[in-house]
Nanobody, 115 residues
Framework: QVQLVESGGGLVQAGGSLRLSCAAS????????MGWYRQAPGKQRELVAI???????TYVDSVKGRFIISRDNAKNTVYLQMNNLKPEDTAVYYC?????????WGQGTQVTVSS
């Protein structure tokens, strides 16, 4: 069982930056991948970015060039650096860890971008 705890959300003006953190109770180097997802009101949860064990990253087109996912295996923490934020980035952001056949999710952190 792995627990994931997100932090770093908040209210920011358009064009601003935030860094989200996801602290895992277990080793993230054991995960097939770690990822960030988001869910806006009335919309389905969507992938934002993932990073594999080997360090390969994937981003949804809408955040490419603005968001950066990274990991610190020693701290068992995954980060999402979000720059040039836009109002459409407003959502609850969730951390996900995929360990072989098991999926773990955090409780989410709210990000609100004002125009």
């Amino acid at each position: 069982q792995v627990q994931l705890v997100e932090s770093g959300g908040g209210l920011v003006q358009a064009g601003g930056s935030l860094r989200l953190s996801c602290a895992a109770s277990g080793s993230i180097s054991s995960a097939d991948f770690m990822g960030w997802y988001r869910q806006a009101p009335g919309k389905q949860r969507e992938l934002v970015a993932i990073i594999t064990t080997g360090g390969t990253t994937t981003y949804v087109d809408s955040v490419k060039g603005r968001f950066i996912i990274s990991r610190d295996n020693a701290k068992n923490t995954v980060y999402l650096q979000m720059n040039n934020l836009k109002p459409e980035d407003t959502a609850v952001y969730y951390c996900r860890g995929r360990y072989e056949l098991w999926d773990y999710w955090g409780q989410g952190t709210q990000v609100t971008v004002s125009s």
